[in-house]
């Protein structure tokens, strides 16, 4: 079958998202993407949203081999947030326009469930925004409490579907569980995103065309993948990073085969190439999410090696950002670009 005869397919079986992300010559690689942009534009028009992200605390109870902020990583510099703190930045998100804002940790339960909730329902009831948590696997009951108070989605991240690589990766976490986690979260009424890493050691295109599976099976709302970027003093710091055209060529299989759902254009894209999001808009994406994380801790929430934009003050990522939009013909969109599952 050719490539344009595959495309029009409506649904994929594993062989064919496997034969799309190996897809490698200059032809095809564009015939893909175009199709990717086509979905994206279907969906979204030629708005991309924007979600603000408040990075509050990097410790971390975890250990997962790829990253940073690990526990036993003892050379970064450790901070938290004060509640005041990040109401502050949630102001700035506000007022720059933003309407959703990301609050994102490692795992740290100094902030217990009511902490949290707290902060949710303070900015809930101060701006009207949308509100992400990420902040890790917690127990259900904070699920139900932050729920209940008003924040909206949830980003956990499964980050490969390959169980036996997952189980290897994470010492203290298990699989089955983290997908638990995620359907619990999905039932009781957050819109979810998960998403992998891409250019793990060991990892295949099958599990990457299982990754994509997955997204669909949990009805994601929104689906990120982010490249492998190894981060100094883990058990990783010496496997090289993900290739550019892997991790392009599955954010635009993953447009194909998912749809409607959010794609974002990561910081860890423009990490690995300095057009990067430009280039995830052009294979399919549709959100972007700039760090507002203030000084001095910005440069310190460091879960990979080289982070672009730590240094840059916040407010000045916006105007950099829309001409970067611009330039590949997409503007910023400030709704709250709640998952087209509930809105249509
Ligand atoms: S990936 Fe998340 S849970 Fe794992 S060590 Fe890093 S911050 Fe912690």
């Known amino acids: 079958m050719n490539l344009e005869t595959l495309l029009d397919k409506e649904e994929f079986t594993k062989d064919d998202i496997v034969t799309l992300l190996n897809v490698k010559n200059e032809r095809e690689i564009n015939v893909l993407y175009k199709k990717a942009e086509s979905i994206r534009e279907k ?90 948590l990420s902040v890790g696997e917690r127990p259900f009951t904070d699920y139900d409490l932050w729920r209940s108070v008003g924040a909206d989605r949830y980003l956990l991240k499964h980050e490969t579907a390959n169980k036996k690589l997952y189980n290897k990766i994470h010492p203290y976490q298990n699989y089955d569980n983290k997908i638990k986690h995620l359907k619990y979260l999905k039932a009781i009424g957050f819109q979810i995103g998960s998403g992998n890493i891409i250019g793990l050691p060991n990892q295949t295109y099958e599990d990457i065309a299982d990754d994509i599976i997955l997204c669909n099976s949990l009805d994601v709302d929104m689906a990120s993948f982010s490249p492998f970027i190894h981060a100094d003093n883990t058990p990783f710091d010496n496997v090289k990073n993900c290739e550019l ?98 809105t249509c």
């Open 43 to 132: 969906y979204f028009r030629d708005e991309i949203h924007l979600r603000g992200i408040i990075e509050f605390s990097n410790y971390c109870r975890q250990e997962c081999l790829y990253c940073g902020l690990r526990k036993s990583n003892k050379i970064i510099e450790r901070f938290r947030m004060t509640k005041n703190e990040i109401l502050k930045v949630a102001k700035v998100i506000y007022e720059s326009g933003i309407k959703t804002i990301v609050l994102q940790s490692g795992e740290d339960p100094f902030y217990t469930a009511k902490i949290i909730a707290e902060i949710v329902e303070e900015i809930k009831s101060k701006f009207d925004v949308a509100i992400t």
């Open 245 to 342: 055209r892997l991790l392009l060529n599955t954010m635009a299989v993953a447009r194909i085969v998912l749809k409607n759902v959010h794609i974002p254009a990561t910081t860890a894209l423009a990490t690995l190439d300095e057009e990067g999001r430009e280039k995830g808009i052009l294979a399919g994406a549709n959100v972007i999410m700039p760090s507002f994380t203030p000084s001095p801790y910005r440069k310190d929430y460091l879960i990979y090696k080289d982070k672009k934009c730590i240094t840059e003050n916040p407010q000045l990522c916006l105007p950099c950002l829309n001409i970067r939009l611009l330039s590949v013909g997409v503007k910023a969109s400030f709704s709250k670009g709640d998952s087209l599952k509930i």
